[in-house]
């Protein structure tokens, strides 16, 4: 696997030099803020010891004010190196270049093309945006984190704050005792996204507004209110839900409240919930339909969320893929609309499947129940 960037600037080689030789240091301005920092046990130089986030790597060549090579931890399941250098063009142009030069191994051969690709692209360019900004006083065309990437940083947000209250254990003590083992997760065919464990670390933190992009933007808190009331909430998987499922690997429910004038037709919210969600849902899907061949996984069909069963208040599907069963189960009662999912693995493929989205679900889902809440707080909710 190679990747390259490079930024072509217009400023003398020694210019550069300094941004090289402050990586790591208290004065750096080169490495871009909101993103994990980077970090060496040491002086920048070789042996140095460190990374940003959960990437490990140790300095192996150095030469001050031209080139920093790093060396992968062999614990990261990448083989090779990465390195900033800069490459004069004339006495007054210098090219400054990342370049990864490495083989993947493990799940980096799923995660590094799904997830960690993308979070790295976004760095790097945003480092090449301080370069220019710091070299040249000015951006001709500054970074733009895509939906993906912005994606995958509110997801890694604080998957405590989006996802840690939702699921339930199989304790063996009743059928409503559902199993689950970390943040619960929309699974199977719908909206589940591929992100590795570890991504908080990695896609960075810092409060503020889910937007464009570049070094100053900062990820979202998550799921805000839905218009006219109290934003999804997590709560027990309905008992319901569970029957005849058997064992669930994974299993969690989120409720959204009624509020005056909303409709209690559960056709009418399994329309706006599945039907019509959000944006960067739509995006997501797309993506993870392109993703999930590398899994082996077949891509979902266009009727995955066709109800099962359909009554007045309740809506049940159900999806029996090659690598797990899946069930989504919307209700609506008197006073809340909850939307419970679970699901079981089949396979090895299922279970690595279910591993890289756990962190992702619950704010896909919660995203969903906000806009289909919206949408009938408006009055524009009406049956499929």
């Known amino acids: 696997m190679r990747n390259v960037h490079a930024r072509e600037l217009p400023v003398p080689p020694s210019a550069v030099a300094l941004l090289i030789d402050g990586l790591s240091g208290p004065d750096d301005q080169l490495w871009p803020a909101g993103w994990p920092p980077l970090r060496f046990d040491g002086p920048l130089g070789a042996g140095a010891s460190g990374g940003h986030g959960p990437i490990r790597y140790?300095?192996?060549?150095?030469?001050?004010?031209?080139?920093?090579?790093?060396?992968?931890?062999?614990?990261?399941?990448?083989?090779?190196?990465?390195?900033?250098?800069?490459d004069p063009v004339a006495d007054d142009r210098v090219r400054l270049v990342h370049e990864i030069d490495a083989t993947l191994g493990g799940r980096m051969r799923v995660l590094w093309p799904l997830a960690i690709r993308w979070l790295h692209d976004a760095l790097i360019e945003d480092a090449l945006d301080n370069a220019e900004r710091v070299t040249t006083g000015a951006v001709v065309n500054p970074n733009r984190w895509s939906p993906w990437v912005r994606?995958?940083?509110?997801?890694?947000?604080?998957?405590?704050?989006?996802?840690?209250r939702g699921p339930r254990r199989l304790a063996g003590r009743g059928p409503g005792r559902l199993?689950?083992?970390?943040?619960g997760l929309l699974v199977g065919r719908g909206p589940g996204l591929l992100v590795g464990r570890g991504l908080e670390l990695l896609a960075g933190g810092g409060a503020g507004r889910l937007a464009g992009g570049g070094p100053g933007s900062a990820v979202g808190r998550g799921p805000g209110p839905a218009a006219g009331g109290v934003g999804p909430r997590p709560v027990a998987v309905p008992e319901r839900a569970s029957t005849d499922f058997g064992h669930a690997d994974l299993a969690d429910a989120y409720a959204v409240p009624l509020t005056p004038g909303m409709p209690h037709d559960a056709a009418a919210?399994?329309?706006?919930?599945?039907?019509?969600?959000p944006g960067w849902v739509r995006?997501?899907?797309?993506?993870?339909?392109?993703?999930v061949p590398l899994l082996g996984i077949e891509r979902a069909p266009r009727d995955t969320f066709r109800p099962s069963t359909l009554t007045e208040r309740s809506a049940t599907i159900d999806a029996d893929a090659g690598h797990l069963v899946f069930r989504a189960e919307l209700t609506v009662d008197e006073q809340n609309v909850t939307l419970a999912t679970l699901a079981r693995a089949?396979?090895?493929?299922?279970r690595v499947y279910l591993a890289v989205v756990e962190r992702v679900h619950p704010l896909v889902v919660r995203s969903m129940l906000r806009r289909a809440a919206a949408t009938a707080a408006h009055g524009r909710l009406s049956p499929t």
């Open 58 to 86: 140790s300095v192996t060549e150095y030469e001050p004010g031209r080139r920093v090579r790093c060396a992968f931890s062999p614990t990261l399941g990448v083989r090779g190196y990465h390195e900033f250098r800069a």
């Open 269 to 277: 919210w399994l329309g706006a919930t599945f039907g019509n969600p």
């Open 151 to 164: 994606l995958l940083r509110r997801a890694g947000r604080g998957p405590r704050q989006l996802a840690g």
């Open 346 to 350: 089949h396979n090895r493929r299922g």
């Open 179 to 183: 199993a689950g083992r970390g943040p």
């Open 283 to 291: 995006a997501a899907l797309a993506i993870r339909q392109a993703a």
